[in-house]
Structure formats: structure tokens, C-alpha cells
């Protein structure tokens, strides 16, 4: 630790500022030997020192600032090489000898080399503060000489001066620029009067000019103040205030305050705030603009919004323009291509779409009011923002009131369709020419009510309808989760494959709209019925049955056996008793010999001795021939199981 103890040997110097003399050859040069003699000699008490360096010495860099000294622990007290440092090795003032003549051949191509110097020393002292400066050596005598005189005669010129001012003050013109050149000549003044002032003398000068309406919201600036002095065609002195020429031209939005006056009621001109931007805004619009609707936007349909304008202005409006635009709240969707805005009901099932309309009021009277309807159609569930905006000119000025609102986009309803069997037993594919139950579920999603006009379905070329199709849920309301059905009983066209897929049943049409406009159209919405797989059965068993039975009275079943293939069929039929509540009067065996591409019937009589919904006998059905072929064991379920039974008259 002894190096502790020791003095560092700069604190027992005078610190004198260091000068550095940059591009002198003392060896070659003894104009420039003689400049650093002269500048080297050594001085008692000399405030200055000097070095001689290179053109491309090297300095010391600065090193970055730490953001905090928080966590620092210092070595020491005191840094002896940053004194050493900043006494003999970073200089206050860089000098840079230079020789150039004004009349040199090669003006140009040394003064580029000069400047090449300069910004070579400037990278070197890396954004240090030290001073640059430039000495000119010269071989030749710029200035003219005692000869070069000879021939001019002396003018005696006389001119009387004062020491005392003139007061009051009085400049000849004030003129103030702005960043819109437009607003240039509306901020002058010439009256001497009005520029007239007397010792500590304070003047606020107010101007007033109209913006133009291409300049809303833009900003307007005083970019330079200019203060004349004296005539401006003679000698004259221009004051000038210029925003490039401030230090920091920053611009602070602070209200005035009584800060900058004192008690005597005198300013304190170093405090006045400078504010010298001003947004241009708009004329407040003197209308009422208000918007009725009923969220949420059901797809598709012609939502309808009510308008209201009221004028309170105290004159009567002209030529005033209702706009309506839709923009996106979505930022990842920014397409307006799916919103129809309309201030009339149109087709709503029309393609068209525009996401701007506007019309213009000729008059709007004063304290009127008014209304006007706005039809939004939107085609996809984004959000998206509908803007409404009036606008209008008074005093030749723009003015606009403006409304945006929100609109949420939801399905209306949500349709699903199963197919059944004669049975009501759920069909995971259809079969060919055998009859089967389409059912079509309409659920309501929207959280207003919507109403059900009708509905229509058609099928496609490849489906038989059994009976008349007519629609089942005419003028039917529906709240949400609230759930109609309705049903069809059809037929498939027979088939050439073993199975068909995807086939198309139909189309499935819904006409609705929402309940509480029911002046609006309604909406036609309609569901391809597709993906459904259709197979060829090769035997397919018909049965005839009463709805209902009386009590110990005779009924006859018939069992219609179809073959749908390309040879004879012969069945084992038997009709197996399960319980003696229905008994089988006959024969319960025989066999059934069915030609191609035709069909057999076979016919039992039954009599049932309990009432209620009864079991009926089990129809069994097996092959004779050709063996090869067995019955599909699915068929047992299109078969029908039980039969009601009622008492009969005679009981009663």
C-alpha cells in the first residue's frame, strides 16, 4: 500500500489549458519551425500550453456514462490517470495550420483537402468538446497595396452622430410567417401607431383570420417574426424571431396562468411562454345528432337505424350532407366489401355492396328536427364500426357532427337435419327406393326474437317426395333457444352403384325476419342438404298395419317382400308368437317365391286379447335360395313392433 502515500505529480503543477498544433513540419518547413519555436518558448505564469501533433493523432475516448451509481464502489479518492489524462492528453483548442493563397490555381482541390483535415480531427476527438480552429499560412499579399491607390481621390464624407436614442420607439412593420403560407399576409401590421412603443413598454397585438377548410386538422406554426426598423426601400434594422434559430424550439401546450404577472401588475417578459403551433379543428357543429337501434345485427338482414338531426343552430342549415361509412374493428380484417349501407330498403338478398352513402338535406329549419332510416346489411360476423356524420357550412365555415357506433354481427338461427326410418329410428345412410323421414331442426340463436314467415324445401332429381311438400312453421316467433321442426317424408331414386355418396336430397329454403320490424322484408335463406350415402338393399319388406286394433277383434297384417335383384328369390317366412296377448290365427310358416325386380305378399290375421300398446308377433325372414345370399339383419328394424290396441264397442 505504499503507492497510497505517494502525491500524484499533476497535482503539484499549475494546470494550464492544452493546445494542440496539428499539420506544422518543423523538419522540413522553417516558416513552420519558426511558428513552433515562437509558440514553444517557455513563460513564466502562461496560461496556455502547447503540443505539437499529427493530423491524425489519436485522442483519447470518451468513455459512456454509467445510468446509475447505485451499485459503484470507487477505487480510490481521486483518479491520478484521469488527471494525466486531461493535462497532457485532451486538448481545450486544436489548431490547423493550413497554407492556401486566395489566388491559388487550385483553390478548390485544397480547400476539399482542407475541409477532409477538419472532419478527420473532428471523428478523432470523438464528440469531445474541444475547439477547432483553422490558421491560413499565405505567401502573398491578399490585400491591395499602397500603389494599387494612386489613382483614387479621397471623398470627404461627414455625418452627424448621437448618443441619445429617440424614444418613443417606433418600428414602420411587423410581419409574422407561418408554416402555411396561405395565413401569410393575414398577420401583418404597418400603422406606426400601433408599433409605437415607450420605454418598458409591454403590447399584446391580436389578430383574427378564418382557417380554410382543407387546412382541419392540420397544424398551423409561426415559424419567424420579423420587426422593422426604419424604411424598408433605406437603411433599416430587421429584427427577426426564427424557430430554427432557438436552442430548444420545443413547444409546450401549458394554459396561461397569472405566474407571468407580478403583484404591480407589470409582465415579467422572461417568463412568457412561447406558443407558437395551434391545431386547426373544426366549427363545433350546433346540431344534435342521435342514433336509435336495437343490437345485436342479425346476418344478412337490412338492420334498420333511426337518425335523428336536430338544428340548433339560430339559423337555418343548407346544403347539409349526412355521410355513412363502415369501417373494420378488426385489424386483421380491413375489407369493406361485406357491408351494404342504404338510407332505402332494398332486395336483401341483392349482392351489391357499398360501404359508403350520403345524401344531402336542402334545408333544415331552425329548432327542427328531423329523422332519416339507415339500412346496414353485413354478410360475415366480423365487428365493424358504422361512422355517421353531418356536415355543413356556417359563416363559411366546415363544420361536423359526427357518431360511430358499434355493431355486433350474430347468425340469426342455426339449422340441423337428421334423416329417420319409417320407425322413427335414426338412419346412418339412406336406402334406395325405400322410403324414409327428413328431419329439419331450426334453432334460435339471436337474442332478439326473429319470426319464421314459412320455409320451402326442394328436393333434388335424385329424391322422390311421397306426398305434397308444404311448409309446417308458417308465422312461427321464436326467441333464443327456442326450437322448431319440422319433417318430410321421402323417397330415394334407385341407384346403378352399390352406393352412391355424398348425394345431394335437396335444398331447404327459410324465409324470417326479426319480429319487431315487421314493415322490413323478409330474408330468404337457403341450406344445401347434401352428404348423405345411399346403398342398394336386395331385399326390402313393405308392411301394411292398422294404426290401431279393437279388443278380441280380428286384424290383418300384410308383409310385402320386394326383390331388387337379378334373380329369384324364395324366402322362409315365420311369424314366431312371442307372448299370447297377440294371437296368430293360421299357419305362422310358409315360404314366399319372389321373382326379379318384383315383389310377393304374404298376409297373417291376428287377434289381440289385452289392451293397451301390445307387442306384435316377430316377423322372421331367411333365405331358401340362392344360399349364397343372406338377408341384412337391419331390415328387422324397419319392421314395426308393437300396435295399439283399443277396447272394442261390443265391450262397452
Given amino acids: 500500500m505504499a503507492w497510497a502515500c505517494v502525491m500524484p505529480e499533476e497535482l503539484s503543477i499549475v494546470p494550464r489549458g492544452l493546445v494542440c498544433l496539428a499539420n506544422l513540419n518543423t523538419r522540413q518547413h522553417p516558416v513552420h519551425r519558426s511558428i513552433w519555436e515562437l509558440l514553444d518558448k517557455e513563460r513564466a505564469n502562461a496560461p496556455l500550453r502547447y503540443r505539437l501533433v499529427d493530423i491524425d493523432e489519436q485522442y483519447p475516448r470518451s468513455k459512456a456514462k454509467r445510468a446509475t451509481y447505485e451499485w459503484y464502489v470507487p477505487k480510490g479518492i481521486l483518479k491520478t490517470n484521469w488527471m ?27 480547400q476539399i483537402e482542407l475541409k477532409n483535415k477538419i472532419d478527420m480531427v473532428r471523428t478523432n476527438l470523438d464528440a469531445r468538446a474541444a475547439a477547432i480552429s483553422v490558421v491560413l499560412l499565405q505567401n502573398k499579399n491578399s490585400f491591395p497595396t499602397v500603389l494599387s491607390n494612386l489613382l483614387l481621390t479621397s471623398v470627404l ?12 420607439i417606433e418600428f414602420s412593420q411587423l410581419s409574422i410567417h407561418f408554416n402555411l403560407k396561405e395565413y401569410d399576409g393575414s398577420a401583418n401590421v404597418t400603422n406606426s401607431e400601433q408599433l409605437k412603443f415607450s420605454p418598458g413598454e409591454h403590447r399584446i397585438l391580436n389578430f383574427n383570420f378564418a382557417p380554410k377548410s382543407d387546412h ?35 413547444f409546450q401546450q401549458t394554459p396561461l396562468t397569472p405566474k407571468w404577472r407580478t403583484k404591480a401588475g407589470h409582465i415579467l417578459w422572461e417568463n412568457l411562454p412561447i406558443r407558437r403551433k395551434i391545431n386547426i379543428i373544426m366549427r363545433a357543429a350546433e346540431v344534435q345528432l342521435t342514433v336509435e337501434h336495437q343490437l345485436p345485427v342479425l346476418l344478412y338482414e337490412s338492420y334498420p337505424i333511426k337518425i335523428r338531426i336536430k338544428n340548433c343552430e339560430n339559423v337555418d342549415i343548407h346544403s347539409a350532407i349526412l355521410t355513412c361509412m363502415c369501417s373494420s374493428s378488426d385489424e386483421i380484417s380491413q375489407t369493406t366489401d361485406d357491408t351494404f349501407l342504404s338510407y332505402a330498403i332494398t332486395d336483401s338478398n341483392n349482392e351489391t355492396t357499398a360501404h359508403l352513402c350520403s345524401m344531402t338535406f336542402a334545408t333544415i329549419k331552425n329548432d327542427d328536427e328531423i329523422a332519416q332510416d339507415l339500412y346496414v346489411r353485413c354478410s360475415n360476423n366480423r365487428l365493424r364500426d358504422i361512422t355517421i356524420r353531418l356536415s355543413y357550412e356556417r359563416l363559411n365555415l366546415y363544420c361536423m357532427k359526427e357518431v360511430i357506433i358499434q355493431l355486433a354481427v350474430v347468425n340469426p338461427f342455426s339449422i340441423q337435419f337428421q334423416t329417420m326410418g319409417m320407425m322413427m329410428e335414426p338412419l346412418a345412410s339412406l336406402r334406395a327406393q325405400e322410403p324414409f323421414i327428413l328431419m329439419i331442426d331450426t334453432k334460435c340463436t339471436s ?6 314467415v314459412s320455409s320451402n324445401f326442394k328436393p333434388s332429381q335424385f329424391i322422390i317426395s311421397e306426398c305434397a311438400i308444404e311448409s309446417q312453421v308458417d308465422n312461427i316467433q321464436l326467441k ?25 336430397v335437396g335444398d331447404y329454403s327459410l324465409y324470417w325476419k326479426r319480429s319487431s320490424h315487421p314493415h322490413i322484408p323478409e330474408l330468404c335463406t337457403t341450406f344445401s342438404l347434401s352428404d348423405f350415402n345411399v346403398e342398394q338393399q336386395q331385399v326390402y319388406i313393405e308392411v301394411t298395419i292398422p294404426n290401431n286394433v279393437p279388443l278380441q277383434e280380428p286384424f290383418q297384417i300384410n308383409y310385402r317382400v320386394h326383390n331388387r335383384s337379378n334373380i329369384v328369390h324364395e324366402y322362409k317366412v315365420n311369424l314366431e308368437q312371442i307372448n299370447l296377448i297377440v ?32 307387442q306384435l308377433p316377430k316377423f322372421k325372414l331367411s333365405m331358401i335360395r340362392p344360399q349364397s345370399q343372406e338377408i341384412d339383419e337391419s331390415i328387422d328394424k324397419t319392421l314395426p313392433t308393437h300396435i295399439f290396441v283399443v277396447p272394442s264397442s261390443k265391450n262397452e
Avoid at 84 to 110: C, Q, T
Wanted: aromatic content about 8%.
Fill in 84 to 110: 494525466h489524462k486531461h493535462l497532457h492528453l485532451v486538448p481545450s483548442l486544436i489548431v490547423i495550420f493550413f497554407e492556401l493563397d486566395w489566388n491559388d490555381s487550385l483553390f478548390k482541390d485544397k
Fill in 157 to 168: 464624407m461627414s455625418k452627424d452622430f448621437t448618443n441619445d436614442f429617440p424614444l418613443p
Fill in 216 to 250: 382541419v386538422q392540420r397544424i398551423l406554426e409561426i415559424i419567424s417574426v420579423s420587426l422593422t426598423y426604419g424604411t424598408i426601400d433605406q437603411t433599416h434594422i430587421d429584427f427577426q424571431w426564427r424557430t430554427t434559430l432557438q436552442i430548444n424550439p420545443s
Fill in 447 to 452: 337474442t332478439i326474437p326473429i319470426t319464421i
Fill in 480 to 504: 333464443l333457444d327456442e326450437v322448431v321442426t319440422e319433417g318430410f317424408c321421402l323417397r330415394t331414386q334407385p341407384i346403378a352403384a352399390p352406393i352412391v355418396h355424398n348425394l345431394l
Fill in 583 to 614: 294371437a296368430v290365427s293360421g299357419s305362422t310358416m310358409t315360404s314366399l317365391l319372389v321373382p326379379p325386380h318384383s315383389s310377393s305378399d304374404v298376409s297373417f290375421t291376428l287377434i289381440a286379447t289385452l289392451c293397451g300398446f301390445v
